[in-house]
């Protein structure tokens, strides 16, 4: 149910029944409270009973348990002023992309935790960290990054740089000369701000030697422009450097191998101390998406061996009980009904919060939602149909998964692995054997490749 519709409701209930209407704000402003409800009325309490029974008639609340919560989680949404503030339930917005610094939905993983263990062990020493931080796509790197910037800043006072190569790639930066010379440009741009005041940055083109080589070119007017300056007026100041959108380079054959080559160069020359100068360079951290290795053939990346490399998993069984009560869905604890939504969409934070955002605004309940989750239309049809396109555009996972799907054995161990860095199927430790990661993709594809599996 959106705004419109709940708003229909309402108009509608008090021109038909404006005692209903004037005593359902009572029980809602009683918290739900029967008894005190009738008393205020001067009705009977089975009479209180009969009209929110008609209410929930009326805002199509249905089933047999927790329509009263129900109830008080759709004016929560709504009509926030009707509810007793102690009932209150979380107001929620559709999250996209990034989840806000401040909002009470991101959900803290053990990662979070290691990454930043990681920089308090380097903090009174002159080691430098070097993460990367991976996952399939939609499981938080980029809200999990937001979050670390706030905690070097705040706990830890860092100067943080955050570089985003996503915008370089927007300005079609298809060879690696033209992306060094941007992403020199906005590391010396995010640090700025800490360079001594009488400090002038030397224009990059009267820096840049045509005869060295780029990646050189960038080295040298970091480390005398930016770095060295930098620790001379604050020596006791860490520098992170954040680099995202490494996604963007994946498959682009001229720049992707020579950046991600430099990224380790600049880990094993300028990031460890091989002589007696101290180190002035930045700790650094990137994020990638493991996606691209099967859109593009991958292995792996030119990084995998470099640095702390940390994989974001999903959420265990106890973080989603949390969204689910966080997003004022009153079935958070009962296993029965989370392992079902769990084995539709295991602890996948971005389809979680899809779900979970429309059964609150839409009063749905679990299986209802379920029913049509793989159907034309639904919440997860546009993500879906991104996985179906490269699919159809590799033929070799498209016939692996297909085997898979089918319960026979998938002999291609190169798809296997691609399947699973996308995040498309899950191999079983147990037996190695590889499975459909949620039962959403086993429906949904089985229906879409409905003429291959058959065949």
């Known amino acids: 149910m959106n705004a419109q519709t709940f708003q229909q409701h309402l108009q509608a209930l008090k021109a038909e029944s404006p ?35 008609n209410v929930y008639a009326k805002f199509e609340i249905g089933g047999q348990r927790q329509k009263k919560t129900l109830l008080v989680a759709l004016f929560s949404q709504y009509q926030p002023d009707w509810v007793n503030s102690e009932q209150r ?41 070097f993460c990367r931080l991976r996952s399939a796509r939609g499981l938080g790197k980029s809200s999990l990054l937001v979050r670390l910037q706030n905690f070097l800043e705040q706990e830890l006072h860092h100067h943080v740089g955050w570089v985003d190569l996503a915008e370089g790639t927007l300005g079609n930066l298809d060879d690696f000369p033209n992306l060094i010379k941007f992403f020199t440009r906005s590391v010396a741009r995010e640090f700025a ?14 820096h840049w030697r045509e005869e060295l080589a780029p990646g050189v070119n960038c080295m040298d007017y970091l480390e005398q422009q930016v770095f060295k300056p930098i620790k001379t007026l604050t020596p006791s100041q860490p520098l992170t450097l954040i680099i995202d959108g490494i996604d963007s380079l994946l498959g682009q054959r001229n720049v992707q191998g020579p950046f991600l080559d430099w990224l ?9 101390r091989v002589s ?40 265990n069984q106890s973080q989603v009980q949390k969204l689910i009560k966080l997003y004022g869905l009153p079935w958070h604890n ?6 079902l939504l769990m084995d539709w969409i295991g602890g996948h934070p971005e389809l979680l919060n899809r779900s979970l955002y429309a059964m609150r605004i839409e009063n749905r309940s679990l299986e ?36 898979i799907l089918r319960g026979k054995p998938a002999q291609d161990e190169f798809a296997i692995f691609q399947l699973d860095k996308c995040g498309l199927i899950d191999v079983d430790s147990s037996d190695n054997k590889p499975r459909p990661r949620f039962k959403l993709y086993e429906k949904y594809f089985k229906r879409a490749l409905a003429a291959d599996t058959e065949s």
């Open 276 to 315: 007696q100068d101290p180190v002035v360079w930045s700790n650094v951290v990137i994020a990638y998406s493991t996606d691209p290795y099967a859109a593009y053939e991958m292995a792996g990346s030119p990084l995998d061996n470099v640095g702390l490399p940390i994989e974001l998993t999903e959420f």
């Open 89 to 129: 339930l979380n107001r929620v917005e559709r999250l996209t992309g990034i989840v806000p610094l401040n909002s009470p939905f991101y959900i803290e993983r053990s990662e979070d935790e290691i990454i930043k263990q990681a920089f308090r062990s380097c903090q009174n020493d002159e080691r430098l960290v």
């Open 334 to 339: 009962d296993e029965k009904q989370v392992k």
């Open 19 to 53: 005692k209903t209407y004037e005593l359902l704000r009572e029980f809602l402003r009683n918290g739900g409270n029967w008894k005190q409800t009738a008393e205020t009325r001067g009705i009977k309490e089975g009479t209180a009973r009969k009209h929110i029974s």
């Open 368 to 403: 209802d939602f379920l029913e049509s989750a793989t159907q034309p239309g639904s919440e997860f049809n546009t993500y879906l149909q991104e996985y179906l396109m490269l699919l159809q555009e590799h033929p070799s996972l498209k016939s692996c998964f297909i085997n």
């Open 264 to 272: 380790r160069s600049w880990n094993e020359r300028k990031m460890k």
């Open 193 to 206: 701000p800490a360079l001594p005041p009488q400090h002038q940055l030397d224009a990059l083109q009267d």
